[in-house]
């Protein structure tokens, strides 16, 4: 059975960001991922998740420099070290935080650059980063973005994802897929999954259009979870969707929509 992670990037956003431990836990949450934590000291985000009993499962590598339209520098031939040490910052938290993933943007190509090259190096970074995680039993994971979210993206279609990690035959190599992002992608949703599932290490969610919470949008997400269920799923499922109101009234999905959900909601009261 697949358990259900707060992304506390884009959920309780109402509270500053350490203070969205302790809203996880109160909603009933065991499990939280994030994207960037690297603004805030480790030591202080270790001791929030060990006094709140939380486990963290997943977040990404430093991305560059955000502000200035990096999403990833995994890509730049003329980047290697700043990505070497992107790898060794991620280590160090992640070993911190006891994660078992790691995300690795693939970053926007810039002008002049040509793709060829850019899949290159991309190729030669991911080997790298994937070895220096294998040493400490640590999943790289990489994520097809929809091109209209994060346009110029290299990584932009499942096909590419599944391309890369069947060339490289890297062990601790998986596909995050993030249902939101291939429904703008492609669609064919529940296809899609069964053609890769063995190359999948994390799943994320939202709807369409908005990326708000199920329920709000096209995607049939009932349909989806008793899929996963009897897919044999049984990892984590990501909640990385930017709420329609208060972040606490967004779980009201849960119990509707989702065997895995209720059994959770009785034992821990998830969302409530």
């Given amino acids: 059975m697949f358990k259900f992670s ?14 969205r431990f302790g809203l996880a836990q109160q909603a009933g ?18 001791r929030e998740i060990e006094s709140r009993n939380l486990d963290v499962v997943l977040f990404n590598f430093p991305p560059g420099d955000w502000k200035k339209g990096d999403r990833g520098i995994a890509v730049f031939p003329d980047r290697r070290q700043e ?3 992107s790898v060794d910052e991620a280590i160090r938290y992640a070993l911190a935080l006891d994660c078992p993933s790691l995300h690795c943007m693939a970053g926007v190509r810039p002008d002049g650059l040509q793709a060829e090259e850019a899949w290159k190096v991309f190729r030669e970074n991911l080997s790298y980063a994937a070895g220096r995680l294998a040493n400490h039993g640590i999943t790289l994971l990489i994520e097809p973005l929809n091109p209209y979210d994060m346009a110029g993206y290299m990584l932009s279609s499942l096909d590419q994802a599944v391309q890369l990690v069947n060339e490289l035959k ?9 249902f939101y992002h291939m429904q703008r992608i492609q669609g064919e949703l529940l296809a899609s999954f069964s053609r890769v599932k063995e190359l999948i290490g994390h799943v994320q969610i939202a709807d369409n259009p908005g ?8 995607i049939h997400y009932s349909n989806i979870f008793r899929f996963l269920e009897e897919s044999g799923y049984s990892g984590f499922v990501g909640l990385e969707y930017f709420p329609l109101g ?11 929509h989702s065997r895995d959900c209720r059994n959770e909601t009785e034992t821990r009261g998830v969302g409530r």
């Fill in 6 to 19: 707060a992304n506390l990037t884009t959920l309780f956003n109402e509270a500053p960001f350490m203070d």
């Fill in 29 to 46: 949450f065991r499990h939280v991922e994030f994207q960037f934590p690297y603004e805030f000291p480790v030591d202080s985000i270790k």
């Fill in 83 to 85: 990505f070497y040490e």
């Fill in 170 to 178: 890297l062990p601790n190599l998986k596909i995050q897929f993030d």
């Fill in 211 to 218: 990326r708000h919470q199920p329920g709000t949008g096209e």
């Fill in 246 to 256: 208060k972040t606490i009234d967004s779980f009201d999905w849960m119990q509707a």
